[in-house]
């Protein structure tokens, strides 16, 4: 158990409609980070916040968007969606800011079907 | 732009033989990489690291990976695998804004 909690765990919803993933990080870490996998893009790195602040921002589409809350939970808000959004959406959480010295842990993933 | 290409998308390998995982990686600055494993319905753990120093790097349940930077390689090895190494294992790199690059991952099936 990596300590990092992603709720629901399966979302099964229609194109157009607009869905909010939800990500509790490990006691202590204060960083969050988004990532996207599907089969054909692999492992898409979407955005980071740190406590709270965006500091990293990658593939997300303008569609999507995510905070951090003050007690440092985030949020993945995904909109207007298509067929093509179906995914596996992580998140991971860290103490520090950079990967090298801070490692990432990663909950077990929200399972996005979009129909 | 800092990538890691990982040569194999699937390694069929029968249990208590060695493995190894290919990764090359390309950057033009010093680098941190990774190796993840991702098993079935699970997120992904990290195996090793190497940040500096020592190019040969030895991680958690018996993996080692060695750093070329001749080759911009950094091959996973194990000389035993088991059943419960079947996984998908990616390999990562560190790139600016300190964000982790994935690999496309390798599929490992440990075979009886």
């Known amino acids: 158990d990596s300590g990092v909690t992603q709720t629901p765990k399966h979302l099964i919803t229609a194109t157009g409609q607009r869905v909010t993933l939800r990500c509790s990080p490990r006691?202590?870490?204060?960083?969050v980070y988004w990532y996207q996998q599907s089969l054909d893009q692999g492992l898409q790195f979407l955005i980071q916040?740190?406590?709270?602040?965006?500091?990293a921002k990658g593939n997300i589409l303008e569609r999507f968007s995510a905070q951090q809350f003050p007690d440092l939970h985030s949020e993945l808000n995904l909109s207007s969606l298509e067929l093509g959004d179906s995914a596996l959406y992580f998140c991971?959480?860290?103490?520090?800011?950079?990967?090298?010295?801070?490692?990432?842990?990663f909950g077990n993933g929200t399972r996005l079907t979009v129909t | 732009a800092q990538s890691v290409t990982q040569l194999d998308s699937q390694v069929p390998v029968f249990e208590e033989a060695p493995v190894e995982l290919r990764c090359n990686y390309s950057?033009?600055?010093?680098?941190?990489l990774f190796w993840y494993v991702q098993y079935p319905n699970q997120g992904l753990q990290l195996l090793l690291k190497?940040?500096?120093?020592?190019?040969l790097v030895k991680g958690i349940n018996g993996f080692e990976a060695e750093f070329n930077k001749s080759q911009t390689s950094f091959h996973l090895r194990k000389p035993s695998v088991h059943r419960s190494d079947t996984a998908e294992y990616f390999c990562?790199?560190?790139?600016?804004?300190?964000?982790?690059?994935f690999g496309e991952g390798t599929q490992l099936t440990v075979n009886p």
């Open positions: 991971a959480s860290s103490v520090g800011l950079q990967p090298y010295n801070s490692p990432l842990h």
């Open positions: 006691s202590g870490d204060l960083s």
């Open positions: 916040y740190y406590n709270g602040e965006e500091r």
């Open positions: 950057s033009s600055v010093s680098v941190y």
């Open positions: 190497y940040l500096s120093g020592s190019t």
């Open positions: 990562a790199i560190e790139t600016s804004g300190s964000r982790l690059t």
